[in-house]
T-cell receptor, first 111, second 113 residues
Framework: DQQVKQNSPSLSVQEGRISILNCDYT??????FLWYKKYPAEGPTFLIS?????DKNEDGRFTVFLNKSAKHLSLHIVPSQPGDSAVYFC??????????FGAGTRLTVKP | DAGITQSPRHKVTETGTPVTLRCHQT?????MYWYRQDPGHGLRLIHY???????DKGEVSDGYSVSRSKTEDFLLTLESATSSQTSVYFC????????????FGQGTRLTVV
C-alpha cells in the first residue's frame, strides 16, 4: 500500500500564477516531509522540507504547508515559471528513516 | 553535485539471469537507498541501508537483495530477473536519513526481455 499519495497526476498553470501541488499520507508515524523535483533523464533533486512540529516552511518562491490533523501537505509555487515544469514528488519519513514517495505530479507552466 | 554514481546506466538482460546494480558514493553518507520508478507508481523503496552491513526492506523488496560491505558502495541484486523488474532504478544517499535531504544518482534503466 502506498502510504504517500499524490492524487493529481498532472497540473497545468499559466506563467506568473500560483501552482498548488497536493499530497496526502496515511502513516501517522511520519514526522518529516520533503518535496523533490525531477526533470526527464535525471535523478530527483531536493526542493524544500518541513518537520511535523511546523505548519509552514518558506524558501523563496516555494512554500510548503502541513496539516497534520488532515494528514495533508501542499507545495505552493508563486509565481510559477516555465522552468518549474517538471515532475514533483512528495516524500515522507518517520523514525526508521525509510523515505516513502508519492506517485508524483507533472507540472506544466505555460508561457 | 553530490558524489554519487550508478553503474551501469543502461542494461538489457534476459529473463532468469542475475543482475547487479552498483551505487557508489564519495560523500561518506550513512544512509543509502534503492528505489524503482514506474509510471503511475512514482518512486518505490526497494531496500535501504543505515550503515555497513545494516540493511532493511522497503515496500517492494521481493525479488531483490542488497549488500553493503563498505560505506561507499551499495549493491542491488536481482537474483533471477523477471520482466516485471523492467524499470528505472535510482540510488539515493542521505547524511542523517529521512530527516535530511537525499541526493540521487542519475538512474539505471534496466530492461528485462
Amino acid at each position: 500500500d502506498q502510504q504517500v499519495k499524490q492524487n493529481s497526476p498532472s497540473l497545468s498553470v499559466q506563467e506568473g500564477r500560483i501552482s498548488i501541488l497536493n499530497c496526502d499520507y496515511t502513516n501517522s508515524m511520519f514526522d518529516y516531509f520533503l518535496w523533490y523535483k525531477k526533470y526527464p533523464a535525471e535523478g530527483p533533486t531536493f526542493l524544500i522540507s518541513i518537520s511535523s512540529i511546523k505548519d509552514k516552511n518558506e524558501d523563496g518562491r516555494f512554500t510548503v504547508f502541513l496539516n497534520k490533523s488532515a494528514k495533508h501537505l501542499s507545495l505552493h509555487i508563486v509565481p510559477s515559471q516555465p522552468g518549474d515544469s517538471a515532475v514533483y514528488f512528495c516524500a515522507a519519513s518517520g523514525n526508521n528513516n525509510d523515505m516513502r514517495f508519492g506517485a508524483g505530479t507533472r507540472l506544466t507552466v505555460k508561457p | 553535485d553530490a558524489g554519487i554514481t550508478q553503474s551501469p546506466r543502461h542494461k538489457v538482460t534476459e529473463t532468469g539471469t542475475p543482475v547487479t546494480l552498483r551505487c557508489h558514493q564519495t560523500e561518506n553518507h550513512r544512509y543509502m537507498y534503492w528505489y524503482r520508478q514506474d509510471p503511475g507508481h512514482g518512486l518505490r523503496l526497494i531496500h535501504y541501508s543505515y550503515g555497513v552491513k545494516d540493511t532493511d526492506k522497503g515496500e517492494v523488496s521481493d525479488g531483490y537483495s542488497v549488500s553493503r560491505s563498505k560505506t561507499e558502495d551499495f549493491l542491488l541484486t536481482l537474483e533471477s530477473a523477471t520482466s516485471s523488474q523492467t524499470s528505472v532504478y535510482f540510488c539515493a544517499i542521505s547524511y542523517q536519513g529521512g530527516n535530511t535531504e537525499a541526493f540521487f544518482g542519475q538512474g539505471t534503466r534496466l530492461t528485462v526481455v
